[in-house]
T-cell receptor, first 111, second 125 residues
Framework: QKEVEQNSGPLSVPEGAIASLNCTYS??????FFWYRQYSGKSPELIMS????GDKEDGRFTAQLNKASQYVSLLIRDSQPSDSATYLC???????????FGGGTRVLVKP | GAVVSQHPSWVICKSGTSVKIECRSL??????MFWYRQFPKQSLMLMAT?????????EQGVEKDKFLINHASLTLSTLTVTSAHPEDSSFYIC?????????????????????FGSGTRLTVV
């Protein structure tokens, strides 16, 4: 089992719809979780971090965490063509704080 | 705050030569920085953890003699790709994390994410 798993996509959504991205992780003791957006040829940029069970909202983005199920998700409301990118789920390893990435989900928002 | 600068943004070099990539934390001190490599259509793979004032810690399968890391100050880490080969062509990205001063319990809140440099596209010909 991979440490952080994501569906590779592409996830195709019409403009204005909600994009739902999922991520599972294997280390039960993980405490913090990050979602990054990466445009082609660019480095990742942080969108959201979440530490507690439940939902965390920031603008059009909502992160959801369920530690019992080892599951974290990202919702993008009112999707825009500029949201087309690869979204990376990342979880620090308990030892050394090394960030482990999922394979990323490619999102395509069609006008 | 929490800006990481990486230089150069792209470089082309001949096989057998060495290339140095710099990573600087501009507005915070980073005792630890991380170096990643990303091949096309793949995710980021951690190469090594750069520790200020001590030896870097390399991930399994990464040649420490080929990828030299130096972290001589709290704001600068360098990665040198020695005797570069075409298979070393990749996107190299550094990262650092700004943490708050004083006692900090992971998961206690805040948004202290890992910040990435802009990346270096290395092409070895």
């Amino acid at each position: 089992q991979k440490e952080v798993e994501q569906n590779s996509g592409p996830l195709s959504v019409p403009e204005g719809a909600i994009a739902s991205l999922n991520c599972t992780y294997s280390d039960r003791v993980s405490q913090s979780f990050f979602w990054y957006r990466q445009y082609s040829g660019k480095s990742p940029e942080l969108i959201m971090s979440i530490y507690s069970n439940g939902d965390k909202e920031d603008g059009r983005f909502t992160a959801q965490l369920n530690k019992a199920s080892q599951y974290v998700s990202l919702l993008i409301r009112d999707s825009q063509p500029s949201d087309s990118a690869t979204y990376l789920c990342a979880v620090p390893k308990a030892a050394g704080n090394k960030l482990t990435f999922g394979g990323g989900t490619r999102v395509l928002v069609k006008p | 705050g929490a800006v990481v600068s990486q230089h150069p943004s792209w470089v082309i070099c001949k096989s057998g030569t060495s290339v140095k990539i710099e990573c600087r934390s501009l507005d915070f001190q980073a005792t630890t920085m991380f170096w990643y490599r990303q091949f096309p259509k793949q995710s980021l793979m951690l190469m090594a953890t750069s520790n200020e004032g001590s030896k870097a810690t390399y991930e399994q399968g990464v040649e420490k003699d080929k990828f030299l890391i130096n972290h001589a100050s709290l704001t600068l880490s360098t990665l040198t790709v020695t005797s570069a080969h075409p298979e070393d062509s990749s996107f190299y990205i550094c990262s650092a994390r700004k943490t708050p001063s004083g006692a900090f319990r992971e998961g206690s809140g805040g948004n202290y994410g890992y910040t990435f440099g802009s990346g270096t596209r290395l092409t070895v010909v």
